[in-house]
Each structure stands twice: as C-alpha cells, then as structure tokens.
C-alpha cells in the first residue's frame, strides 16, 4: 500500500514571498504520478500540479514548481511570488500506474499568505 | 456539463436513516470516483467505476455504503442505516478516460452531517 505524508501541518508566509510544501510518499511502484491538490476556502479541490515518475524534470505551472527526488521519494511544491489567493490547504496525492487510478493523499498543509 | 456536479451540498440526517448522495460527472467522463474526506484530513478513496462498471470497492468502510452507476453517467453513493461516524464531506471525481495520465476533476462535494 502507499502512503503519503506532508509533516507541515501550517505554514504562512508574506505575501510575495517563496514557501515551499513537502510531501514524501512510500511506495514500491516504479511507475506512478504525483500531485499537489489545492483546497481554497470554498472547499473545492483545485489540481494545482502533476509529477510523472518517469519524468526525470520537475514539472512547473507558472509560479508554481515541483523538486521530485525519486530515490528520496520526495516531492515538494514551491510557490513563488506568492499571493493572496494562495491561501488554502494544499494536498499532495499520489496514484499508481497498474490499473487502478485511485489518488491517495497525504494529511494537508494549511498555508496562510500575509499581506 | 462544463464541471462535476454534485447535490444536495449539504445534507443533515438524523442516526439511522439512509442518505443518497448524487454525483454528475463532465460529460463524456469514462471514469468515476467517490472519496470521503473528513474535517482536517485529505480524501480516503471509496470506490470507483469505469463506464457502469463497478471497478474497486475496497475503500468502502461497510456494508452499509453502496454505490452504483446504471447508465454510465449519473452516480449515487447511498450510506444505509446512518451513523454520527460517517458525517464527512463526500467528494466525487471523473477523469475522461481513466488512465494514470488522465487528471481527476472533483466536483464541490456534499457535506453530510449525521446528528
């Protein structure tokens, strides 16, 4: 079975600064996807960034940029620039390559933006 | 439609009554997904479906939880018998195909509140 663990129950930040989020998981996968997941406080769960573990470059969206380390198995979202609407609890997820696609996510950030 | 969809919202139930929860997905989506997520936790996987086809129902906690999805399209996750344990945000997700490189859309999810 896989797990996923963010040890960073909280964290803030002002705005327009950089925070990074970390996220390790356990797995005897070789082929899998990571995800960081962003939960506002609407409550929707927004698809923030994906990883292909196959993938040895870190996938970026904008201001947002992952650091894979495979063998560490970690996978750490950085937020640059920061603003307010950043504002959520944030959720790393992992999902296996062998047929089923169920996400397992680790526990959440909550990550506050100051102004 | 142009997202999943999902009602009631919020749904309050006394102990020992049975509750229907709907879940549309984005038209055309293969695959369905049903999570539980519980107030400062990250989402537990229940079950899934391809097409009409119930793939995996290991996250079902008991034998009180079913769901179903007879024509493809439209799910209902139904919790028999409530108890003041299963009160929770149920999530519902599609993705269009199914695959591991297909990202999971979640819909705004119902609130059930077993008093």
């Known amino acids: 079975a896989q797990t996923v663990t963010q040890s960073q129950p909280e964290m803030s930040v002002q705005e327009a600064e950089t925070v990074t989020l970390s996220c390790t998981y356990d797995?005897?996968?070789?082929?899998?996807?990571l995800f960081w997941y962003k939960q506002p406080p609407s409550r929707q769960m927004i698809l923030v960034i994906r990883q292909e573990a196959y993938k040895q470059q870190n996938a970026t969206e904008n201001r947002f940029s992952v650091n894979f380390q495979k063998a560490a198995k970690s996978f750490s979202l950085k937020i640059s620039d920061s603003q307010l609407g950043d504002t959520a609890m944030y959720f790393c997820a992992f999902e296996a390559n062998f047929g089923n696609e169920k996400l397992t996510f680790g526990t959440g950030t909550r990550l506050t933006i100051i102004p | 439609g142009a997202g999943v969809s999902q009602s009631p919202r919020y749904k309050v139930t006394k102990r020992g009554q049975d509750v229907a929860l709907r879940c549309d997905p984005i038209?055309?989506?293969?695959?369905l997904y049903w999570y539980r997520q519980a107030l400062g936790q990250g989402p537990e996987f229940l079950t899934y479906?391809?097409?009409?086809?119930?793939?995996?129902k290991s996250g079902l906690p008991n034998d009180r939880f079913s769901a179903e999805r007879p024509e493809g399209s439209i799910s209902t996750l139904t919790i028999q018998r409530t108890e003041q344990r299963d009160s929770a945000m149920y999530r519902c997700?599609?993705?269009?195909?199914?695959?591991?490189?297909?990202?999971?859309?979640f819909g705004p999810g119902t609130r059930l509140t077993v008093l």
């Open positions: 997700a599609s993705s269009q195909t199914g695959a591991s490189t297909d990202t999971q859309y």
């Open positions: 479906f391809n097409y009409e086809a119930q793939q995996d």
């Open positions: 038209s055309g989506h293969v695959s």
């Open positions: 797995t005897s996968e070789n082929n899998y996807y």
